[in-house]
């Protein structure tokens, strides 16, 4: 599915229409049509984001989110995909695990956050563990069902052609299950996204999400922006390099 | 003729030749388990492949004819009765390799890895695999292919890279499920053509599944036919036409004549299987 | 392996892990039922809360929110991906907008839009729907973009002529199947960013009371919102699946595969 998007950054990196955008925005606000309070121009945004990153503190805050979001990817990612290939394989794993992925899965990971600091405490162990299991969970499932897509004319053939279960794994599962898997990841990583912010928002001290916070409580707006930039970069980051990542790893598939 | 004169007379043909059973199966039964219920695929089906002859089987659809392949393969184990192949498995070779209806073939590696395949699961060095692989590439003439993915070629060329694996693997006996199904009949005959004369030059065992009995006429040396579901060999009609077959040497009488024999023996079966619900 | 038995392996799996939870809370103690309550104690208060119709308040509070952002949502990210789907032009003018939005996490704009907008209710029910549409949005665009070409032409062939009737013969029994995927996603996204609005910042609704209930220490409660949006969450989620069985029967199931080597 997401194979499809990366063509159409050609028609993205058309950076015309957000220039004009900001253009507009500033003369507006200069003009006084808006209420600079709310909406500063894009001017006073670009001054705060050079202030802040000098001195340190954004680029802080953009650590913290950057790592709370690049572990739980590869923690939570790296083993849903793995025991979703395990799952796909074996009937036997996939019946007894099934119940428990099935009723954790479609549970907004958020209300898991609560659990985990009774259980841990109020600290990045937490935050992160909730991270994690949602990623998991949801890579997991997606897996799965790329497993349960591959025709299975194919697993015939593999073993025909003499591969034992190492074989079938490597020469069938993975490559077939890949082009899903990597969409899987992307919606993984979406998902992470937003609860990085609620985390942030309401049980953390440190991260973009913490900036917009209390940015918005000391009214200091221009920051609330520049956090919210840095956010979208890294969402535009991550989600268009997995994809990128994804369509290398699959040469055989038609990247329209 | 009784059925069982029938065989008698081509056993003793074969006897005279010097052809040694291949492939023996005796009241052999499968039965399927899904979600509505059991079916039995096979009952009572005896059979003998005889060394190097081209064995077509044809019947209805859902007959069990690919069932049955598997069988022989080893893809699927079965209930009733027995399956013997009286050869030796060879050292380095597999006893069996299968030819796939459409899908044979894995869209996520080029040609070249595809139909060296089968000699990397068996542990054959880089090199090598890749020297026989380009081998059987030039021979069914997609060599210029060779580093192509599956989603750039036609049916007709993913077919050829099916049949040319399962010939790199070089096996004793080559099992083919409708190889040629999907094609439209141009290809088809072009791809007949390529496959006799690939099977000419191995001298192996071939059973080749079809639905089509003009096909089966072209190619085999015997024709099976199969009953309805459950199924079992209903007759076997022996095609006494002089290799190689090349388009211009075929007796267009002989064959209609075949074509009849077999006709008549399946149509029964092709009504009955069409009544039956699935 | 038949399925009853399969059923039979899954309920005792099930029972084993909460015979050995209710041994380590209550029985023994070596989780302190202060940190992780026992699950007889959480199942007892989950049924009195279900009893309080204040509670009842919170479920209907979210649910409704829910519904509505998916009623906003769901016709709004099948109509714009179906129109890019089957319009160049519109892909060409609609999809960079859309490219540049998708990153940017709706919960991260709350703080704007609090500022902007008067009711908090309003404002959880708009980022919901924008967090579905913008997942739902793509799925419906590939849909239609995946039904093969030459099905329109065998379609065209047959008599189809006219585009709309093309779009209801062919497009939307074909791109059924993937949209309910969808839109099975867009609703749990929906509630998922409605539940964590509601962490932050509401006075009503289930994830208000979770927090709530969190920040009092009341376990037991928390539990069993969480219990009950766990259901809220399953309910969709399945009950679209189901819906999905009923109306695509022809959508086989893949389930029964088992591949062992065998040589």
Redesign the interface.
């Known amino acids: 599915m997401w194979g499809r998007v990366a063509s159409y950054r050609r028609t993205r990196i058309s950076l015309k229409p957000i220039a004009a955008l900001v253009v507009c925005w500033e003369l507006v606000a200069y003009v006084g049509l808006i209420n600079v309070s709310f909406y500063p121009p894009p001017s006073v945004i670009g001054q705060t984001a050079v202030e802040t990153l000098v001195d340190g503190e954004m680029l802080g805050h953009l650590r913290a989110s950057l790592t709370r979001v690049l572990v739980s990817l590869v923690v939570g990612g790296g083993a849903g995909v793995g025991l979703g290939l395990l799952m796909g394989w074996s009937k036997r794993l996939r019946t007894v695990l099934f119940p428990y992925v099935a009723v954790l899965y479609p549970v907004p990971k958020v209300v898991v956050l609560p659990i985990m600091f009774s259980v841990f405490g109020l600290t990045e162990l937490s935050r992160i563990l909730t991270m994690c299991l949602a990623v998991f969970l949801l890579v997991a499932m997606n897996t799965v069902d790329a497993v349960n897509e591959i025709?299975e004319?194919?697993f015939?053939?593999?073993?025909?052609?003499?591969?034992?279960t190492v074989?079938l794994f490597r020469?069938?599962i993975v490559?077939?299950a890949?082009p899903q898997i990597f969409s899987g990841l992307s919606l993984g990583f979406g998902v992470s996204f937003i609860l990085i912010v609620v985390v942030e928002f309401i049980a953390a001290d440190s991260g973009l999400g913490y900036v917009i916070w209390s940015s918005w409580r000391l009214f200091t707006i221009p920051k609330m922006y520049v956090a919210l930039f840095l956010i979208n970069l890294i969402g535009i980051v991550f989600i268009y390099g997995i994809e990128e990542i994804g369509n290398y790893l699959?040469?055989?598939?038609?990247h329209t | 003729m009784g059925e069982q004169d029938r065989r008698a007379r081509s056993a003793a043909d074969r006897a005279r030749a010097g052809s040694s059973v291949c492939i023996r199966v005796s009241d052999l039964g499968h039965c399927f388990e899904t979600?509505s219920g059991s079916v039995q695929a096979l009952e009572g089906m005896d059979l003998e492949v005889y060394d190097r002859e081209f064995f077509c089987l044809v019947g209805p659809s859902g007959c069990g004819k690919s069932t049955f392949l598997?069988i022989v393969?080893?893809?699927l184990d079965h209930d009733d009765g027995g399956v013997e192949i009286e050869k030796e498995t060879p050292a380095d070779r597999?006893m069996?390799?299968?030819v796939?209806?459409e899908?044979?073939?894995?869209?996520?590696?080029s040609v070249i890895d595809n139909v060296a395949?089968?000699l990397k699961?068996?542990g054959v060095s880089k090199e090598r695999r890749y020297e026989i692989a380009r081998e059987y590439i030039g021979k069914v003439d997609l060599s210029e292919f060779e580093s192509a993915?599956?989603?750039e070629l036609s049916g007709g060329m993913k077919q050829r890279v099916g049949i040319a694996?399962a010939f790199a693997?070089d096996p004793e006996i080559y099992l083919m499920d409708e190889p040629f199904g999907s094609l439209d009949a141009q290809t088809k005959e072009f791809l007949q053509d390529e496959l006799l004369s690939l099977w000419r030059d191995s001298k192996k065992t071939v059973v080749y599944v079809t639905h089509d009995i003009r096909e089966a006429i072209r190619l085999g040396d015997r024709v099976g036919v199969m009953g309805a579901r459950p199924g079992s060999i209903k007759q076997i009609v022996d095609v006494d036409l002089d290799r190689p077959r090349t388009r211009e040497r075929l007796p267009t009488e002989r064959i209609d004549e075949l074509y009849e024999t077999v006709w008549r023996s399946i149509s029964g079966e092709v009504e009955q299987s069409m009544g039956e619900r699935h | 392996m038949t399925t009853r038995l399969n059923r039979l392996r899954q309920a005792v799996s099930v029972l084993v892990v909460l015979a050995t939870w209710h041994l380590l809370t209550a029985v023994t103690g070596v989780i302190s039922t202060a940190a992780l309550p026992a699950p007889a104690g959480i199942s007892r208060r989950t049924v009195e809360l279900l009893g309080e119709s204040s509670f009842r308040a919170h479920i209907s509070a979210t649910a409704w929110r829910t519904l509505l952002a998916s009623l906003i949502a769901v016709p709004a990210g099948v109509g714009v991906g179906f129109a890019m789907g089957l319009n160049e032009r519109v892909k060409a003018v609609v999809a960079p907008v859309l490219y540049a939005l998708y990153p940017m996490p709706s919960i991260a704009l709350l703080p704007l839009l609090l500022l902007v907008i008067d009711s908090k209710s309003w404002t959880i029910i708009f980022l919901g729907a924008v967090g579905g549409f913008f997942v739902l949005v793509w799925n419906a665009m590939t849909a239609v973009e995946e039904i093969n070409s030459v099905y329109f032409d065998v379609a065209r062939d047959n008599g189809v002529e006219s585009r709309y009737a093309l779009f209801r013969e062919l497009l939307l029994p074909g791109a059924l199947s993937g949209l309910f995927t969808g839109i099975r996603l867009c609703l749990s996204t929906a509630l998922l960013i409605i539940i964590s609005v509601e962490f932050i910042t509401a006075d009503q609704g289930l994830g208000y009371f979770v927090w709530r209930a969190w920040g009092l220490y009341e376990l037991s409660d928390m539990y069993g919102a969480v219990i009950v949006i766990g259901a809220l969450g399953v309910v969709i989620t399945y009950g679209i699946g189901q819906l999905q069985r009923r109306l695509l029967p022809w959508q086989t199931?893949t389930d029964?595969r088992e591949f062992t080597s065998?040589?």
């Open positions: 025709d004319v194919y015939e053939v593999a073993v025909d052609n003499g591969a034992g074989g020469e069938v490559p077939g890949l699959t040469p055989w598939q038609q | 979600g598997r393969s080893g893809l597999p069996t390799s299968m796939f209806q899908h044979g073939i894995f869209p996520w590696k395949f089968g699961m068996r993915y599956p989603h694996r693997n | 199931d029964d065998r040589r």
